[in-house]
């Protein structure tokens, strides 16, 4: 879901006592609007600065990934009324929203029922639909201020537990009079996006927006009496968990709270504010860290061989490593020609040497991948994924040459009534006449086709792959033109201007449940602002993935997960390219965090906004 002048001022700095750290990113918010942020733009840059803001009723644990309470009390009892299944949830005492208002579950039933409304009748979509998805939600009601109901028409992990009940909650007190006003207009869901919306409005989490200033810094201020400051969160190496919170709330799950401890967090926060700090240049950035004027550098990407290079060995820069949960990926539009071709698709995801790019280009720092569950993920990864070239040609991807590829590209160009005023020819492994004039089934000439790539300065990996597509493309006559690009303008091509693109090239920061390869895919999400970028429509895989949605037993889940893996790799909406491993830096003589091994890195948990501490000097 992501991702230049800036402050001179040193990176922790002592002001009237005040302790702040600046961190760097490489793209400016594009809304700070949580109906835009979890809507149309999902990027992970807003995901950095909003980190934390809203809550939700439960969340994962740190480091482990167990399912546990965040304002919830406890765990669902569950029932049935009638048709309809039925979460009753407790909810914790004691929390209060920015503004002082208490948090009650007005707020729960508020956000749930106004998300449904609003996504049936007016197509809100992005991560809103993925939570409340109207499918599975019905609608919540109030038993008391700390009791609702949440109502169900049908059950399923993927859109229940790991859905509705991690979704999000805003203040009902501050939205109700602005979503009403909204549902009067003909552009309801545009006026709900404005930014003006998000100047004053209250939050749940340790830290407020201070102050925006576009292209320069996002600057946010740490709550003084923030409600939860002193929260502990204690993982047992024996799979229990315990919770308390200042209120005296407690909580145990997962067995027994006793013996040796895996990891303790108590929630701050430890500083007085964050400033982050907008680097267009990543050079610049990596100075920045150097000199010390940042602490961190964001990056959904991680750094690059000459980044590391640059760091390594430097005083009191610490570099650490993890596992990837995201991947990088091409996509087709296939609401487009000749992109709605299938064979016009195998043939570019046949051209693209997957292992050439990431040893030979990217100096071993992409790690090539099949699929849309990165091997990070192992419990739902599906190793038995093939590529298209593996698929097609019939050899593994290290057997198969640059002219296995050529030769396969032809024949299925040819296979699907494509042809050339001038044919390629290869000999070898080398195209010796290179293809011209590439004529559709349709007997038109096939036109320019874009494909978007974010430039250098921005990731070199993802330029690098999309002047390699452009290359072998051109060299059997198909007229492809990468353009490298601002991330923000791909992003405005594809969501904001709905899906105005050929082709393009990006990456998705994911969740540990893969809900996602169905919000990704799913014809219900190919609608103005949605995930379905590709607009890809094919029944079965919506048979197949509302039966995975619905599932409720992790193994029959983890078996339909691996049949939608398939389906995606055959039909290729995307052609997914490689994911890699997270490496980061940080000045370790000036922060600490509470761990640093956690799957996706830092960047993936936003650095830690609430337990990060300064180090004394």
């Known amino acids: 879901m992501r991702k230049l002048a800036v402050l001179g001022a040193v990176l922790i700095t002592v002001l009237a006592a005040a302790v702040v750290i600046n961190y760097a990113i490489y793209e400016e918010p594009t809304t700070l609007n949580p109906w835009n942020y979890y809507g149309p733009n999902a990027t992970v840059w807003n995901q950095y600065v909003l980190a934390g803001k809203w809550g939700s009723l439960y969340t994962y644990s740190d480091k482990r990934f167990d399912f546990i309470p965040s304002l919830a009390a406890d765990m669902p009892e569950k029932s049935k009324e009638g048709d309809l299944w039925v979460y009753t949830i407790k909810l914790r005492k004691g929390i209060v929203w920015s503004d002082g208002t208490p948090f009650t579950a007005d707020d729960v039933v508020f956000s749930i029922n106004t998300a449904v409304k609003l996504i049936k009748d007016k197509g809100l979509g992005g991560n809103w639909a993925a939570m409340y998805d109207p499918d599975f939600v019905d609608h919540a009601e109030k038993v008391d201020d700390y009791t609702v109901k949440i109502y169900f028409k049908k059950l399923g992990l993927a859109k229940v537990e790991f859905g509705a009940l991690m ?3 805003l203040q009902k007190k501050y939205w109700e009079p602005i979503v009403e006003e909204a549902l009067k207009k003909d552009n309801t869901l545009q006026y709900l996006y404005d930014e003006k919306w998000s100047k004053d409005e209250p939050g749940l989490g340790a830290f407020l927006m201070k102050k925006w200033e576009k292209g320069a810094f996002v600057e946010n201020e740490a709550i003084p009496d923030y409600y939860d400051k002193g929260f502990e969160e204690v993982l047992y190496k024996n799979g229990a968990v315990e919770l308390k919170d200042p209120m005296g709330w407690t909580w145990t799950g997962y067995g027994k709270p006793e013996g040796d401890v895996e990891l303790k967090i108590v929630t701050g926060p430890y500083v007085d504010g964050i400033i982050y700090k907008i680097y267009k240049e990543r050079a610049v950035a990596i100075t920045a860290l150097l000199n010390g004027d940042v602490s961190y550098i964001f990056n959904p990407l991680g750094l690059q061989k000459g980044e590391l290079d640059q760091l390594k060995g430097a005083p009191g820069v610490k570099i650490v490593t993890n596992a990837s949960n995201g991947f990088r990926y091409l996509a087709f539009n296939m609401r487009r020609y000749p992109m709605n071709i299938k064979e016009f ?45 593996e698929r097609l040609i019939g050899k593994p991807e290290k057997e198969i040459t640059m002219g296995d590829r050529y030769r396969k590209a032809i024949e299925l160009l040819k296979k699907a009534g494509f042809r050339w005023i001038v044919p390629p020819k290869v000999v070898g492994d080398k195209v010796v006449r290179a293809g011209k004039g590439l004529i559709g089934p349709d007997g038109k000439p096939v036109k320019e086709i874009e494909l978007l790539a974010p430039g250098a300065g921005y990731d070199p990996m993802r330029a690098t792959t999309a002047l390699f597509i452009q290359d072998w493309a051109n060299a059997i006559g198909i007229p492809v033109k990468a353009h490298l690009v601002d991330f923000n303008y791909i992003v405005s091509k594809v969501w904001e201007e709905n899906f105005n693109y050929d082709m393009y090239i990006l990456g998705w920061g994911l969740s540990i449940y893969p809900d996602y390869i169905v919000d990704f895919f799913s ?20 048979e197949v ?49 509470p761990y640093t091994e956690v799957l996706d890195g830092l960047q993936s948990f936003s650095a830690f906004p609430t337990t990060v501490r300064p180090v004394s000097k």
């Not at 050439?356 to 090539?368: K, M, V």
């Not at 739902?380 to 298209?388: D, E, F, G, I, L």
């Not at 893996?565 to 922060?591: G, K, S």
């Open 167 to 169: 979704g999000v909650i």
């Open 345 to 389: 698709r195998e043939a570019i995801a046949v051209l693209i040497d997957r292992n050439f790019l990431c040893g030979r280009i990217l100096q071993g720092q992409a790690i090539p991948l099949n699929t849309v569950v990165p091997p990070g993920n192992v419990f739902w990864h599906n190793p038995n994924v093939k590529t298209a070239a």
């Open 523 to 542: 014809s219900k999400r190919a609608g103005p602002g949605d995930f379905n970028t590709p607009g890809y429509m094919n029944p079965e895989f919506d």
């Open 545 to 593: 993935g509302d039966e995975f949605l619905a599932a409720t037993d992790l193994e029959k889940a983890k078996e339909l997960a691996y049949k939608l893996q398939e389906m995606l790799a055959e039909d290729l909406p995307y052609v997914v390219l490689f994911t890699a491993p997270i490496y980061e830096a940080y000045r370790a003589d000036q922060i600490q965090f």
